[in-house]
């Protein structure tokens, strides 16, 4: 019996397929490369620029983080600075108006040593009438404290007016600016009496009041001359300061003047007063 060949594959085709062998050996090597082959070729064109992308977002996400850490950091310190600024005002407030207290005090303190032979009391001013001036108003003090009706009331610089209702705690006051009041004065340089009276009107348009039936006929008295309550009233203490002549006239009369007072005392602005105890004695006390 013939026995078959072999079959025997030829050089040239092992050749070629160890060739492709090794071929596909090559890609593989280059394909699972780390720090190469095509994988890492797209990943470089595909993860990159993702990378990169993630990278930017993650730095702007820092960045608007520590922005906004940086802000509150400015919204809480700008608070406490309000907080201070505030504290400051406070305090900047109370000072003022201590100091402002101190100086009505120092006020009243002078215009007490400048009656020294008047026995005096310190109230403090609790209600008022409408309008801008004081020209009624109620203090702290009564009968409780020894006031009494018609008293003299000073503050400021000179006379506010008397006293005209008193209760236990409280006394009412009546100015001189008043429609209704009337104040015998003397002007301090010649010693001619006139009459001051009160006017509302006067005290709105130029912040003055009236004065009439004065007796210059030697033509002595000037504007700024001080006028003060005088010995013949039958109401006030004499010598306490009304104010200052602002204008003079001579009446139709030929005989007698008239014209305005600058008051000594601020009338929009009274807090504290001097109520004098001693009450004006006349002929027919």
């Not at 079959?7 to 890609?27: D, E, N, R, S």
């Not at 009505?104 to 609790?126: C, F, G, T």
Request: net charge negative.
């Amino acid at each position: 019996m013939k026995r078959k060949p072999k079959f025997v594959l030829p050089t040239k085709y092992i050749l070629l397929i160890m060739t492709g062998i090794c071929v596909v050996a090559l890609l593989l090597s280059f394909t699972l490369n780390i720090k190469g082959g095509p994988l890492n070729t797209i990943a470089g064109y595909v993860f990159v620029p993702m990378q990169k992308g993630i990278n930017t977002v993650g730095s702007w996400v820092v960045e608007k983080s520590d922005n906004l850490k940086q802000l509150n950091d400015v919204m809480k310190e700008n608070e406490e600075l309000k907080a201070q600024v505030d504290s400051l005002t406070s305090e900047l407030n109370t000072i003022k108006l201590e100091q402002y207290e101190l100086e009505n005090l120092r006020e009243l303190l002078e215009l007490d040593q400048k009656y020294p032979s008047y026995e005096k009391m310190a109230a403090n001013v609790i209600g008022k009438d409408g309008g801008n001036w004081f020209t009624n108003f109620t203090i702290d003090k009564g009968t409780e404290d020894g006031i009494e009706v018609d008293m003299n009331v000073i503050a400021g610089s000179g006379l506010v007016g008397i006293v005209t209702d008193v209760g236990p705690n409280y006394a009412k006051i009546a100015a001189i600016i008043n429609d209704t009041m009337k104040v015998s004065g003397m002007v301090t340089s010649t010693s001619d009496n006139l009459i001051v009276s009160g006017s509302l009107q006067n005290m709105n348009e130029h912040m003055v009041i009236e004065f009439s039936n004065l007796n210059d006929k030697d033509n002595e008295v000037a504007i700024g001359d001080p006028v003060v309550t005088s010995y013949v009233s039958d109401q006030y203490q004499q010598g306490i300061l009304i104010g200052y002549i602002s204008s003079l006239e001579m009446d139709a009369n030929n005989l007698t003047k008239s014209g305005t007072i600058t008051p000594a005392v601020d009338f929009e602005h009274i807090q504290e007063v001097l109520v004098i105890l001693n009450k004006k004695q006349t002929a027919e006390d």
